[in-house]
């Protein structure tokens, strides 16, 4: 009786054992399942730096003069944005371009006579680099007074920067992998599963655009200059294992 105990206690320990081999087996090769998901990091800021450009020039035959009354428009230039409240270390000339002016002659029929030399061109631009945003911004509108003093200058629109733009890079990467978490974590449960670890992280291009504008996303990264305040936004694609 004994001898016949032992015999079915260890044909069902086969049978068993045989039962857990067989399930070990197909699910061996079976693969674990993935969730895949886009998070998106987003937040407006206001520009903290600003880039402004004006050119001023002088035309006149004599090279020489020319130069002259060109130099005397840059002192002028200096001196008035000094009256603004500028420092001497934000405000930066370039150097001066020569043109030489020729005049096209023709007779009348049409016929070409060549070109005749008329004078000199000479121009420069001045640019203001500030972090006092609101102060220059004021200066470029009222730069027209500057016409008063018998100046013409061409002011140029001006340039929005952010100088906190690494910080900013990071806090929005965290902010799009964890919403990308949430929604992971989210689908799975709907499911019936629940998350695993991460598998694969892969950062989107950071795009800086102009609050509540339509301008278009670019597949290399948008960079608004234009306005000084401003959205960025980048998108985290994160892919986790499910159980």
């Known amino acids: 009786m004994k001898k016949n105990l032992s015999a079915i206690v260890f044909a069902i ?3 068993i054992a045989s039962v857990i081999l ?9 693969k674990a399942g993935t969730i895949s998901v886009t998070g998106l990091g987003k937040t407006d800021f206001t520009s903290d730096l600003i880039v402004w450009e004006a050119k001023f020039s002088q035309v006149n035959s004599d090279l020489k003069q020319a130069y002259a009354d060109l130099k005397k428009d840059k002192e002028t230039i200096s001196e008035y944005f000094k009256s603004k409240g500028l420092s001497d270390s934000v405000i930066v000339f370039n150097a001066v ?12 029929d049409g016929k070409y006579l060549g070109q005749e030399f008329t004078g000199y061109t000479l121009s420069q631009t001045v640019q203001i680099n500030s972090k006092d945003v609101e102060k220059v911004e004021k200066i470029s509108r009222e730069v027209t007074e500057l016409l008063n003093k018998g100046i013409q200058l061409y002011s ?6 952010y100088t906190k733009l690494e910080d900013l890079k990071i806090e929005m990467v965290s902010r799009a992998t964890e919403n990308a978490r949430l929604r992971a974590k989210s ?8 998350l695993g670890e991460l598998s694969t992280a892969q950062m989107g291009i950071f795009q800086i655009t102009g609050q509540n504008s339509n301008e278009d996303y670019s597949w290399g990264g948008a960079y608004n200059t234009s306005s000084k305040e401003k959205t960025a936004s980048i998108t985290m694609k994160l892919t986790y294992l499910v159980k």
């Open 13 to 15: 320990a086969i049978v």
């Open 22 to 30: 067989g399930h070990a087996v197909i699910n061996r090769n079976k």
């Open 97 to 108: 371009e020569t043109n030489k002016n020729f005049k096209q002659n023709y007779t009348s």
């Open 156 to 161: 140029m629109a001006p340039r929005y920067y």
């Open 187 to 194: 689908i799975s449960e709907n499911s019936g599963a629940s």
